[in-house]
């Protein structure tokens, strides 16, 4: 079956205690057939998350370093995060501010530690489309023995409580799947909450869903959970 991912990107935030009691709320819930839940905590946290992941989820990184292991004073490798359980990592998110060069190695890195990298791709203003070339050149060089995916986030929409309108989204993603044909599939992340989800889900366009800080809030988590496994059923055609 074709799942939908949703992945909860923590950013900075939980702690133990906070970690326990998220887990425990949505443990109850094992992840719906047709969805691959996907948490990113802090690093500090994986191996915390890994040992209490509910069945079906998987363990994602919300960055990993350009460098093999060495003498690189705090950075975490993909490697240990291989290691610890991750199977994605997510690449660019634009609250990084990397550039181009680096991001060209962290995606090796993650192959080379058989992670899935999601790569966040997103214009900082409002059609500024030109902001995006340098980075699809890249992306739609990639062979088709590299699997990745796409995170359209525009910039401008992250962290906000409004999506880009359904028209302004058609418009971004067929330009994106126009040039990147070689991805496994496109994730939406910006402004993404249980009151606006079936309308992106309505898009017929997607494979998976990126939130960010309200992630962690186990109410909205396990609400955008249950409107992916009922209403997510029937909107699994892509184009
Ligand atoms: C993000 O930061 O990747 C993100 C999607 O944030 P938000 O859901 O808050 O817009």
Same mark, same amino acid.
């Given at each position: 079956?074709?799942?939908q991912l949703?992945?909860?990107?923590?950013?900075?935030?939980?702690?133990?205690?906070?970690?326990?009691?998220?887990?425990?709320?949505?443990?109850?819930?094992?992840?719906?057939?047709?969805?691959?839940?996907?948490?990113?905590?802090?690093?500090?946290?994986?191996?915390?998350?890994?040992?209490?992941?509910?069945?079906?989820?998987?363990?994602?990184?919300?960055?990993?370093?350009?460098?093999?292991?060495?003498?690189?004073?705090?950075?975490?490798?993909?490697?240990?995060?291989?290691?610890?359980?991750?199977?994605?990592?997510?690449?660019?998110?634009?609250?990084?501010?990397?550039?181009?060069?680096?991001?060209?190695?962290?995606?090796?890195?993650?192959?080379?530690?058989?992670?899935? !990298?999601?790569?966040? #791709? +997103?214009?900082?203003? @409002?059609?500024?489309?030109?902001? /995006?070339?340098?980075?699809?050149? =890249? *992306?739609?060089?990639?062979?088709?023995?590299?699997?990745?995916?796409?995170?359209?986030? !525009?910039?401008?929409? #992250? +962290?906000?409580?409004? @999506?880009?309108?359904?028209?302004? /989204?058609?418009?971004a993603l067929? =330009? *994106?799947?126009?040039?990147?044909k070689n991805?496994?599939?496109?994730?939406?992340?910006?402004?993404?909450?249980?009151?606006?989800?079936?309308?992106?889900?309505?898009?017929?366009? /997607?494979?998976?869903?990126?939130?960010?800080?309200?992630?962690?809030?186990?109410?909205?988590?396990?609400?955008?959970?249950?409107?992916?496994?009922?209403?997510?059923?029937?909107?699994?055609?892509?184009?």
């Amino acid at each position: 079956m074709l799942k939908q991912l949703l992945i909860g990107n923590w950013k900075s935030q939980g702690s133990v205690e906070e970690i326990h009691q998220f887990i425990s709320a949505i443990g109850r819930l094992s992840a719906p057939e047709n969805v691959r839940p996907v948490l990113c905590p802090p690093f500090v946290y994986l191996d915390l998350v890994k040992k209490r992941l509910p069945v079906g989820y998987s363990l994602g990184a919300q960055t990993c370093s350009f460098n093999l292991k060495g003498a690189f004073t705090g950075e975490i490798n993909a490697n240990m995060l291989q290691d610890v359980g991750c199977s994605y990592v997510l690449i660019g998110h634009s609250e990084r501010q990397e550039s181009l060069d680096i991001l060209e190695k962290q995606m090796e890195r993650a192959w080379e530690s058989n992670l899935v !990298p999601i790569f966040c #791709i +997103g214009e900082e203003a @409002p059609s500024a489309w030109y902001s /995006l070339a340098k980075k699809i050149s =890249y *992306l739609s060089s990639i062979s088709s023995a590299s699997p990745f995916f796409v995170a359209y986030e !525009p910039v401008w929409a #992250i +962290g906000g409580k409004i @999506p880009p309108s359904c028209g302004y /989204l058609v418009q971004a993603l067929q =330009y *994106l799947k126009s040039h990147l044909k070689n991805s496994q599939g496109f994730i939406y992340g910006g402004g993404v909450r249980p009151e606006n989800l079936k309308e992106i889900l309505d898009l017929h366009m /997607l494979s998976g869903i990126l939130v960010g800080q309200s992630s962690f809030q186990q109410t909205v988590w396990t609400m955008l959970l249950a409107i992916l496994e009922t209403y997510g059923k029937v909107c699994k055609k892509q184009v």
